[in-house]
């Protein structure tokens, strides 16, 4: 799964521009945060849901 995140986060830090945003739906949600750190985004919010008895955080993102 770790695979994913950074091949996702990879790419979209390859496509937006500085102060750009983007918005993704994770029940990762730790893994989610130390990608995103260390591809340098910065997390604007999180609102947590449920989905079928699943916990999942919609993380709201800028690429800084």
Do not use: C, P
């Not at 918005?23 to 989610?32: D, E, G, H, P, Y």
């Not at 985004?41 to 449920?50: H, P, T």
Request: aromatic share 10%; charged share 30%.
């Amino acid at each position: 799964m770790a695979n994913f995140y950074d091949s996702l986060l990879r790419a979209l830090r390859e496509v937006l521009r500085d102060g750009s945003s983007a918005v993704f739906i994770t029940v990762r949600k730790s893994l989610a945060r130390k990608i995103l750190a260390k591809y340098g985004f910065r997390i604007m919010s999180e609102r947590v849901v449920e989905q079928g008895g699943i916990w999942s955080s919609i993380f709201k993102v800028v690429r800084e």
